[in-house]
């Protein structure tokens, strides 16, 4: 797959237009980078066109390359001569990386690939559980749970066959294997003749050819067959790797290094420091963990089998197994007769507070974000956890989620069931197209915290489950498995163990409710009821998903304060506000706002939930833009598919399920003016005639093109999301804030003279009328409707 970052560089220069764009395009579609980009100079040094004038200087000279690693630099010349042009000069290196010999497989040893596998599998298992029958009746929680772990695993090694022969994929066709061997033959040969060697001579040709077309087809059929499975499209290109993609070098004290083991440190040392609390938070973990709830009273429901065989159902096929190697198969092929001796192995476990030491440990994998890829703190450490222990997790985790969720306010839009990332993009976007249009002034703050989830001190976390009243035995379990917490960074290799003395583990079922319910704690202190922004009779001083946060006000004063006092409120707890990526947006003056005795920066525009937060009268086009520019990197990201000989049902398919999705995000906040409409039918139609190799030359009708295709309509699909959508909000009945902006008039100011800009349920009016919200809450009325709105 292409990536973006695979394609330009982080050093540009000037402003794109739209044949900047059709080169990154271009760049996508053949795989190239444009060298450009990748080198950081003084605008002086860029400029490679200059106007008859001298005025205007613009860089409109390019080189690419599908090589960018052998570019040392690349600069301007200048000529001794008129011209209005500077040539440019690459300078390349001639060494060529040498590529690794080690071979990676995606293969688990655990792994059960044939259903008489499967059936052993569950034969051994079940003559291996008769025995743990009288085993646990007196016995530890270690001692059993060791037990349990040697059943699964003997029953898997012994179930499993082994063959010698590795199963090789025929890849060469026989034409191809022919060929090959006449070449051989023709090599072999020491006498040849002029005819043999002109044979010679096209053989190399032809051969290469002819194992390039194979190997091409291969990997499209590989694909066709996920695709016509229901799978995805990177598993596919996952099982076609034949290496493994790994960190190339990482930084420490400005120098970076490409020494295996040294990298492997560096990842240690760096998350060993970041998991490591200061003395304060240390000592109070202690002295919570010994003395609190040491004494608790059982008096909560059991496990029982009928709850673990619905937790097992729920566990993903394929995902990578933990310390202990047992894969989420191996659970689910004999989930029905692991579900006796784990509901006593669970049971015991909530009846004593105690937990297998397997269960506090974890191997940390990395995964990237963005930015440098050479600086640790762009990855997301990822825990491997015992598969027993997330089922366990994913049980208690249900449990306590009900206790917990009747604390959280509607704020809170994160990790919650009927809650999405739209709820708080459409509340955002009312608000300020009410203050716009009402001439208010409006001040954001879009808060970041520096690795939330990887900071919050483990008692913060004890006190908020008490707080918000969950029972004291799921608590002591909990704080048992954090006790001791170890883990230990794996990269193409594993490093030392360190302790994790704060955090959650990002990949466990409970960490996600921990750290909402931690953040709610927070929050809860604060002295925030008259701050913010007063709509119907309540203030909304701001909105969160999850650690993602924004803080509205009328004045830079009540922001600022309000900034404050969250991070004061936030250190108590172990987040910190990260200075560099916290920033304020405003209609207004920008007036200071500080922390820390340093400036917060004023931004145009943000990326919120991943939509483009703009106070801009014309944010809905920069939006669409956005987003059809996203949609065309995804299109090449697929490439492989969407512009091979596939069949155009795996391209539809392609294209209804990955494409359209990333086009019309957000779309249901979205104003549908005949500007927006022609930018998504354009790039929809763009993309149809590149799947089919069809140019605008051809002069095809596009009713034509769609006839063959078959893809979803675009507009349609996001004009029906945004009628289902205000649908949805003029239903709801839980008095979250997106329903209450949406009946709110705004706050009191003036309007422009003159025409006023289109609101968001400007088009819902014209077909349903000024009464819309109360003809919505009738189903049948309003879902008769829709079709006169697409």
């Known amino acids: 797959m292409v990536e973006l970052k695979e394609a330009i560089g982080n050093d540009g220069h000037g402003d794109r237009n739209d044949r900047g764009q059709r080169l990154i395009n271009y760049a996508f579609e053949n795989k190239l980078s444009i060298i450009n980009t990748y080198f950081k100079k003084k605008s002086s040094r860029r400029w490679t066109w200059r106007s008859p004038s001298g005025i205007y200087k613009n860089e409109i000279d390019y080189i690419l390359s599908n090589q960018p690693k052998l570019f040392l630099n690349i600069e301007t010349l200048n000529l001794n001569f008129s011209t209005d042009h500077r040539m440019l000069r690459a300078t390349i290196t001639p060494k060529v990386a040498k590529k690794s010999r080690v071979t990676f497989t995606n293969k688990q040893n655990n792994t059960l690939k044939t259903t008489e596998e499967i059936e052993a599998y569950k034969k051994n298992l079940r003559h ?9 009746m007196e016995t530890s929680v270690q001692d059993f749970y060791n037990k349990l772990l040697h059943i699964i695993n003997v029953s898997l090694q012994q179930a499993r066959q082994v063959k010698n022969t590795s199963i090789r994929h025929k890849i060469l066709s026989e034409r191809t294997i022919a060929l090959l061997n006449r070449r051989q033959i023709l090599q072999k040969s020491k006498d040849k003749t002029i005819s043999e060697k002109n044979e010679l001579r096209a053989l190399y040709k032809l051969t290469s050819k002819y194992i390039k077309n194979d190997y091409k087809n291969y990997r499209n059929q590989k694909i066709q067959t996920y695709l016509t499975q229901g799978k995805s499209f990177k598993k596919a290109i996952k099982e076609l790797r034949t290496n493994k993609t790994w960190i190339e070098g990482l930084s420490q004290s400005g120098q970076t290094t490409h020494n295996r083991r040294e990298i492997i440190l560096i990842a240690t040392e760096f998350f060993k420091n970041l998991y490591s609390a200061n003395t304060q938070q240390t000592n109070n973990n202690k002295q919570e963990a010994y003395n ?25 096929l394929e995902k990578s197994p933990g310390p202990d190697f047992i894969t989420n198969e191996a659970i689910k092929y004999g989930c029905e007769i692991l579900a006796s001796p784990l509901s006593a192995l669970f049971n015991l476990i909530l009846k004593t507070a105690n937990t297998p030491t397997q269960w ?3 191997i940390i994998i990395l995964l990237y ?33 009900e206790t917990l969720e009747k604390r959280q306010p509607i704020e809170q839009a994160g990790f919650r069931k009927g809650y999405s990332t739209i709820d708080h993009i459409y509340t955002l976007e009312l608000i300020i197209e009410k203050y716009q249009e009402n001439r208010r002034p409006l001040y954001l703050a879009f808060i970041d915290y520096q690795k939330a989830f990887d900071t919050i001190s483990h008692t913060s976390i004890w006190e908020a489950l008490s707080e918000q009243g969950v029972e004291k035995e799921y608590i002591q379990v909990i704080k048992n498995i954090y006790k001791n917490s170890v883990s230990k960074v ?18 466990d079922p409970l960490s996600p409710k921990l ?25 909304l001083s701001h909105l969160r998903f999850a650690d993602d946060l924004v803080l509205l006000s009328e004045t830079s004063e009540n922001l600022e304060r309000m900034i404050q006092s969250l991070h004061e409120a936030s250190i108590q707890v172990g987040l910190k506000i990260n200075l560099t990526k916290t920033n304020t947006m405003t209609n207004s003056y920008k007036r200071t706002i500080s922390l820390e005795h340093k400036p917060l920066q004023y931004v145009e525009q943000y990326i919120y939930l991943g939509k483009q937060i703009t106070l801009d009268s014309n944010s ?47 779309c249901q906040t979205w104003k549908f003016t005949n500007n927006i409409k022609n930018k998504i039918i354009t790039c929809q139609r763009g993309m149809e005639r590149s799947m089919l190799n ?21 507009l349609h699909h996001a004009q029906r999301l945004k009628f289902k959508w205000a649908g949805h909000v003029a239903r709801l009945k839980d008095k979250r804030w997106t329903s209450k902006v949406a009946t709110w008039d705004g706050p009191q100011g003036k309007r422009r003279v003159g025409r006023p800009c289109m609101r968001w349920e400007d088009d819902i009016k014209k077909i349903a009328g000024p009464d819309w919200i109360h003809i919505a809450k009738d189903r049948e009325k309003w879902k008769s409707l829709e079709e006169a709105f697409t």
């Not at 709830?293 to 729920?314: F, G, P, R, S, T």
């Not at 050479?374 to 985790?397: A, C, E, G, Q, V």
Request: a positive charge; charged letters at 25%; glycine letters at 4%.
């Open 515 to 539: 750290f909402i319910a931690v953040l709610e704690s927070i929050i809860n202190k604060l002295d925030w009821n008259k701050y913010g922004l007063y709509i119907k009779g309540e203030y």
């Open 128 to 136: 291996q559980i008769s025995n743990l029958a009288k085993y646990q």
């Open 292 to 316: 609190i709830y040491e004494n608790v009273e059982n008096n909560m429901n059991y496990i029982d089998e009928l709850e673990i065989i619905h937790a097992v159902n729920k566990l993903k």
């Open 490 to 507: 794996k990269l193409e290799s594993t490093g030392p163990d360190f302790n994790i003395n704060r955090g959650v583990r990002q990949g």
């Open 620 to 666: 809905n086009e920069l939006e669409v833009e956005r987003r059809t520019r996203i949609t065309w990197n995804k299109f090449w990201c697929y490439k492989e598919v969407m512009k091979s000989n596939m069949p155009t049902d795996m391209k539809r398919k392609m294209m209804d399920t990955c494409i359209l999705p990333c086009l019309t995000y957000a």
């Open 369 to 401: 974000k963005k930015g440098n890829p050479n600086d640790i703190s762009n990855y997301r450490p990822i825990s491997l956890l015992p598969t027993i222990y997330k089922l366990f997790s994913s049980i208690i985790n249900r449990r306590i989620s």
């Open 360 to 362: 506090s440990e974890s």
């Open 694 to 714: 069809i140019r605008k030359t051809h002069r095809i009708r596009h009713t034509k093109i769609r006839n063959i295709t078959q893809t979803i309509d675009a």
